[in-house]
Each structure stands twice: as structure tokens, then as C-alpha cells.
């Protein structure tokens, strides 16, 4: 085994990385620094939060929010830059960065509170009350009640968390309606798919690997990718995640998880339990799935009622003994959309 790096060289290593050109490789070092000691980590936290990229936005927000359960770590100055992050990444293409940033926001908020309290518990008697909390969650973030993103509104309240004045207020100002709710694609997808889509044929590197759809009750998450391939989305994307024992992702435009194909669509709750060969949406937050999917390689039971379950690898040859081939990186040459139900499903008696 190599040698350990003094935490001087650790820390001036990743504030390198964390300025690299290559989005993936910045984001990676942004998200280490989260439990280092150093002053130069915080500016350069802070300084990520202006990177146009959405993954290294994402990575960097991540990171202080953390930092932020820690008062000696805490960045109060990066509330202004991830508020700036809130109304720069206002669309569907990036609404996980928005979502980590409204989350870092949250813990700002908290970490300040629970430090004016502390001090103020210790202090004589007749010293100064604890700190109001800082205005911009009322200006900034109660707005946010009336986002048609489900997945914004559910990071903004959580940011309001022990305002019991603000969530009283929040609660109140969310419309009881949202007519549209969620992006045209997903509605014309459903349009056209709904109950049609009964299969997907995936051809990649390692071979074909074909899902059932019928047994899953989950219409708007197989009628949008079963859209997203008849136009080629799926088309050269990689098998950017393989973790051997769990799952193989796929479905990423960028390659590195914050990708999709620039709209969002609602979870599909089911009974199903996700077991070998079970294909699931990948998400970010509640209602944030897009083109991202998820193949189980064993049974992750940790799964089970938390990601939409879209349908079931088959058995032998074009099914489960192609996934167990995936490697990272292996490309989908193409999706196919069956009409009529594919052949035997793992589990499942002929």
C-alpha cells in the first residue's frame, strides 16, 4: 500500500483538483473537501459555486452544507453565492444543484440558529437575545412555496425547518393546484406509450439485455423512457455506474450522474420489492427521475419503496447473464421498444 499523504499535501491536492478543467474530476475534489481542515477550503467552496457547470455547482454546495453541521467549519459568506445558485439553476435540466443548494442554504440556517442559541445559553444573565434568523429565508426561500418543481417546494420547506412561523407560512402560500405540474415531454410521452410499452431491448458492448414491463405499475416513467428511445436519447450513452454485488446505471447524457434529458417526471409508488434483474429510476430528490435508470444485481432491500420500479430483466441470454457482463463504461448502442411482452422474466415460472 502507498504511503499516506500529510493532510497539507491531502488538502493542497484536492484545491488543485477542485480547479480542473474536467468537470468530473473538479467535482470529485470539491466533494472530498468536505471534512478537511484548512482556510483556503471555504473561498474555494465558495469560488465553485460561480463554475458554469451544473455537477461541480452540485458538488460544491454539497460540501458546504455539510460543513455547515460543524461551527468551526460553517461559511456563513456562502449563503449569498448559493442563493445567486438558486436563480441561476431555475430549470429542469439542473434541478439537483438547485435542490443541493437550497439544502446547504437549510443547514446554513440551522447551524447559525443552534450556534446564537448555545451562546446565548451560556451567556449572564441580561446578555443579548439569540440572533434572528437570517432574512433571506423569508425573502428567498418561502417564495419557493409556489415553484411548480414538487422536488424545490420539498428542499424549500425542509430549509425552513424550526421556523415555525415561515413553515406555517409556507404551507399556506403552496397552490392547491399545479395545472402544469410537470413538463410537457413527460404528458406527451404518457400520451403516446401509456399501457403500450411492454418491453425494452437495450443493445450494449456486452450484449442485449432485455426488460419486461408489464408486472410494474409505473405508466409515466415507462411511457417517458419508452419515448426517450424511439428518438435515440439512450443512443452512445454509457454504463456510467457499476457497483458489482448492486446496481449498473445508466441513462446519463453528461456520464457522471447529474444528466437527463432536461425535464423531470413524478415517482410511481408500487408494492413491488426490488430483487436480481429489478430496474429502477434513479433520482435525486423525490419526483426528480428523468432518463436515468438502475439495474439490481442481487436484492437491495434498502430500495424497496424509495425508487420507481419500471420492470424486470428476463432470464438467460439477451437478459441476466448479459447484465452480470456490464462493465463501467460500456456504451448502449441502442434501446428498442417492445410492444408485445418479452420472453420469461427472472422469477418468474414459464
Not at 493542497?12 to 473538479?26: G, K, Q, T
Not at 437570517?134 to 428542499?155: F, H, I, N, Q, Y
Not at 419486461?212 to 428511445?229: F, K, R, S, Y
Not at 428523468?290 to 430483466?313: C, K, M, N, W
Request: glycine fraction near 12%.
Amino acid at each position: 500500500m502507498g504511503a499516506v499523504l500529510p493532510r497539507e499535501q491531502r488538502v493542497a491536492a484536492l484545491l488543485r483538483a477542485a480547479a480542473d478543467p474536467r468537470a468530473s474530476v473538479a467535482a470529485s475534489a470539491l466533494g472530498a473537501l468536505a471534512g478537511l481542515d484548512d482556510p483556503e477550503i471555504a473561498p474555494a467552496l465558495r469560488t465553485a459555486l460561480g463554475h458554469a457547470d451544473m455537477g461541480v455547482v452540485a458538488a460544491a454546495a454539497g460540501s458546504i452544507g455539510t460543513r455547515a453541521a460543524d461551527q468551526g467549519r460553517r461559511d456563513p459568506e456562502a449563503a449569498a453565492r448559493l442563493l445567486e445558485v438558486v436563480a441561476r439553476f431555475d430549470d429542469d435540466h439542473a434541478v439537483e444543484t438547485r435542490i443541493a443548494a437550497i439544502d446547504a442554504l437549510g443547514r446554513l440556517a440551522r447551524s447559525e440558529a443552534a450556534g446564537s442559541a448555545a451562546a446565548a445559553a451560556s451567556a449572564t444573565p441580561g446578555a443579548a437575545e439569540p440572533e434572528p434568523p437570517p432574512d433571506w429565508l423569508e425573502t428567498k426561500l418561502l417564495p419557493l412555496a409556489g415553484d411548480p418543481s414538487a422536488a424545490v417546494r420539498a428542499a424549500a420547506r425542509k430549509a425552513l425547518r424550526g421556523q415555525s412561523r415561515l413553515l406555517a407560512a409556507f404551507d399556506a402560500a403552496v397552490p392547491e393546484r399545479f395545472p402544469d405540474g410537470f413538463a410537457a415531454p413527460v404528458h406527451e410521452a404518457t400520451t403516446r406509450w401509456g399501457g403500450r410499452a411492454a418491453g425494452l431491448r437495450l443493445h450494449t458492448d456486452a450484449g442485449v439485455i432485455t426488460i419486461d414491463l408489464t408486472g410494474a405499475p409505473a405508466p409515466i416513467a415507462q411511457g417517458n423512457l419508452a419515448a426517450l428511445a424511439e428518438r435515440g436519447f439512450f443512443d452512445g450513452l454509457v454504463f456510467h455506474r457499476v457497483v458489482p454485488g448492486f446496481v449498473v446505471q445508466g441513462g446519463d447524457p453528461r456520464g457522471d450522474g447529474y444528466g437527463g434529458p432536461g425535464h423531470v417526471m413524478p415517482c410511481e409508488w408500487s408494492n413491488l420489492r426490488y430483487g436480481r434483474g429489478t430496474v429502477g429510476i434513479a433520482l435525486a430528490g423525490k419526483d426528480t427521475g428523468g432518463s436515468q435508470f438502475f439495474i439490481a444485481h442481487e436484492q437491495p432491500t434498502h430500495l424497496d419503496a424509495r425508487y420507481t420500479v419500471i420492470g424486470q430483466v428476463v432470464e438467460g441470454a439477451e437478459g441476466l447473464d448479459v447484465l452480470d457482463m456490464i462493465w463501467p463504461y460500456d456504451a448502449i448502442t441502442k434501446v428498442e421498444v417492445l410492444e408485445e411482452r418479452p420472453a420469461v422474466a427472472a422469477g418468474e415460472a414459464p
